[in-house]
């Protein structure tokens, strides 16, 4: 399994970026997405998540401003993220939960900076 994230950047405060996270391999369709972020000497603490259902859950510090949303025909997830804080700068990771096992997609640098 693979997980290739993209999307990243620098923003303005108040600015908008979409994550991508694309899924390959043996993907179950019965999977759990989400995206986390670790800012420099922090923990990496889940941002949002998306079960096989469509059930998401939001950190509360994104409520209201990120929405995640995914493409189960291309195994993809998405984070659309608005209104954007100087305290979202981080590196932004997804991973997938298939059963017991964990993947990890390499990391995505939001920056947002004036």
């Known amino acids: 399994v693979q997980l290739q994230a993209s999307g990243g950047g620098l923003v303005q405060p108040g600015g908008s970026l979409r994550l991508s996270c694309a899924a390959s391999?043996?993907?179950?369709?019965?999977?759990?997405m989400g995206w986390y972020r670790q800012a420099p000497g922090e923990q990496r603490d889940l941002v949002a998540r998306i079960d096989n259902f469509g059930t998401t859950y939001y950190a509360d510090s994104v409520k209201g401003r990120f929405t995640i949303s995914k493409d189960s025909a291309k195994n993809t997830i998405y984070l659309q993220m608005n209104m954007l804080k100087p305290e979202d700068t981080a590196t932004y990771y997804c991973?997938?939960?298939?059963?017991?096992?964990?993947?990890w997609g390499q990391g995505t640098q939001v920056t947002v900076s004036s």
């Open positions: 391999g043996s993907i179950d369709s019965r999977s759990t």
């Open positions: 991973r997938i939960r298939l059963g017991n096992s964990y993947y």
